[in-house]
């Protein structure tokens, strides 16, 4: 599906903490934004419930809806791509969006190998995902980013006023577009 020129610049990540937020976020992104559904912590057919209404949202406003999930269960589930670590995304799937995740330059250099069409390199900032946790940093984050050989979008304690002091333009957040 995408590389560079059509991939969207800004990603909504789904999450138990931001859920009650999502329809109000996606309507308030861009349209033709990304939205990347994770919401794993609801099971079987309540999470595909509310994937469908979700989705429903995003498509609404022409954004781009993936699923951290199996390429399997994103064809069955109407996504227009899957979003896992580099291995979980191969092999390639034609027809999908390959996001990967990434925390170094060997997962950068995998998910280019593998041919993923971007990857979220993370995190850049601390996070309330992982707190206490490392961070890259801008110096390192943009280094690698640069080095990666396939677009990458910044990851991790992202909200518009960092993600403009990164000078990076392809971002993603959980927190800081709910």
Aim: glycine share 10%.
């Amino acid at each position: 599906m995408a590389r560079a020129k059509t991939l969207p610049a800004l990603w909504l990540i789904s999450d138990a903490r931001n859920d009650a937020q999502l329809e109000r976020a996606l309507a308030a992104l861009p349209p033709g934004s990304g939205f990347i559904y994770r919401h794993y912590h609801l099971a079987g057919p309540e999470r595909l419930a509310r994937f469908r209404a979700l989705r429903r949202a995003a498509r609404a406003r022409g954004h781009i809806v993936v699923l951290a999930d199996s390429a399997l269960t994103a064809r069955e589930w109407g996504a227009d791509g899957i979003y896992g670590s580099p291995r979980a995304l191969w092999p390639r799937r034609a027809g999908l969006l390959h996001l990967a995740t990434a925390h170094d330059m060997a997962e950068l250099g995998l998910a280019a190998r593998l041919g993923a069409d971007a990857a979220l390199l993370s995190p850049v900032f601390s996070t309330r995902s992982h707190p206490g946790g490392g961070t890259l940093g801008p110096v390192r984050f943009r280094l690698l980013a640069r080095q990666a050989g396939l677009p990458v979008i910044a990851l991790g304690g992202m909200n518009r006023a960092r993600a403009r002091a990164l000078q990076w333009s392809r971002w993603a957040a959980i927190d800081g577009l709910s």
